[in-house]
C-alpha cells in the first residue's frame, strides 16, 4: 500500500529554508553509526548520542545541518513528510510504510537482520498451503498481510509494539513476524524460524520534494554518505 500524502510547502527560496534536518533513530542503528557519521561529517552537539538527554534537536558543527533523534519508525514519517529532508532507517521500516515520498539512494550495511515468520517449536507440523486465515501477532502489520496474501492467505493481524514473541504461547497468535537476527530471542522464547520474509539492512533516506528543491544541499549530502561507506573522510 502506498501511503500518498500532502504536499509539503515549499519555502520560496533554499536559502530560506534552514537547515537541512538529518532524522536519525535511537536505540541500536545509532550506535552503530558513529563511525559513519564521523566520516560522512556530521558532528552533532555532544549530548546528542546521550539517550539520557531529554532534548531531541541538536545542532552540529556545520550550521546548515540539525539532527533530530526519534523513534526508528518515526524517522520515516518525518522524512515522508518533508519535516526532515534525510534520515536513516531500516528497510524493515520503509517496506512498511512503502511512503511514496521517501527514495533511499544508499545501503548503509548496518543493522543487519531478517524480518521473518516464526512459530512455537511444539506446533504440530502443518501443511501452510492449505491455510485459508492465520492469526499473526507483529509490529509490521503491512509486511505481514502483503506476505500472507500473496500466498491467498488472511492474515488476521494482533498489533504488538515490542514481545512478539509472547504473543503464541499466551494464546494471542498461532505465528508472529519480527526481526530476527542471531535468533537467540525465539529460541529463548520457545519458537522457531519457518521462512524468511526478507533481508534488512539501514538506509539513507531523503524526501524527493526536497531532493527537487534543494538538490545541491540533498545531493552533497548523499555523496557525503557514499564516501564514508567507501571509508572515505568527507571532510
Ligand atoms: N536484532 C536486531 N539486529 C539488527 N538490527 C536490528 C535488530 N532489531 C532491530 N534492528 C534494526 O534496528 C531498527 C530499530 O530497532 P530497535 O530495536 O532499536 O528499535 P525498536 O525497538 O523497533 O524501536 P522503539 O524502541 O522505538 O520501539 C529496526 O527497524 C531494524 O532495522
Ligand atoms: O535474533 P535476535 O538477535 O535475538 O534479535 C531479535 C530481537 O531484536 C529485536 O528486538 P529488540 O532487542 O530491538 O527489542 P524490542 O523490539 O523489544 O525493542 C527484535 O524485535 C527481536 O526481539
Redesign the pocket.
Known amino acids: 500500500m502506498d501511503h500518498a500524502l500532502p504536499t509539503p510547502i515549499a519555502p520560496a527560496t533554499p536559502e530560506d529554508a534552514g537547515p537541512i534536518v538529518l532524522a536519525l ?5 545509532l550506535s552503530e553509526l558513529g563511525p559513519v557519521l564521523t566520516r560522512a561529517g556530521v558532528v552533532p552537539a555532544a549530548d546528542y548520542a546521550d539517550e539520557s538527554s531529554r532534548r531531541l534537536r541538536f545542532p552540529t558543527e556545520d550550521p546548515a545541518l540539525d539532527v533530530i533523534r526519534v ?3 518515526d524517522v520515516a514519517t518525518f522524512v515522508a513528510h518533508g519535516a526532515a529532508q534525510i534520515g536513516i ?5 520503509l517496506m512498511e510504510f512503502d511512503y511514496a515520498e521517501i527514495y533511499a539512494p544508499l545501503d548503509l550495511g548496518i ?3 531478517r524480518v521473518s515468520i516464526a512459530e512455537p517449536v511444539v506446533t504440530q507440523p502443518d501443511d501452510p498451503t492449505r491455510w485459508s486465515r492465520v492469526t499473526v501477532a507483529t ?1 509490521y502489520p503491512n509486511i505481514a498481510q502483503r506476505h500472507f496474501a500473496t500466498r491467498g492467505v488472511q492474515a488476521e493481524i494482533v498489533h504488538l ?2 514481545a512478539m514473541e509472547l504473543a503464541p504461547s499466551m494464546g494471542l497468535s498461532r505465528l508472529i513476524v519480527d ?4 535468533g537467540s ?1 525465539l529460541k529463548a522464547n520457545g519458537l522457531r524460524e519457518t521462512e524468511v520474509i526478507a533481508h ?1 539492512t ?1 538506509r539513507l533516506v531523503v524526501n524527493r520534494t526536497a531532493l527537487k528543491t534543494r538538490p545541491e544541499a540533498i545531493g552533497a549530502w548523499i555523496a557525503r554518505f557514499r564516501a564514508a561507506l567507501a571509508g572515505r573522510d568527507a571532510r
Do not use: E, H, M
Open positions: 533513530p535511537k536505540g541500536r542503528i523513534r526508528s519508525f532507517c531500516g528497510a524493515d521500516v543493522g543487519r537482520c509490529k509494539n515490542g526481526l530476527v537476527q542471531t530471542t534488512i539501514s
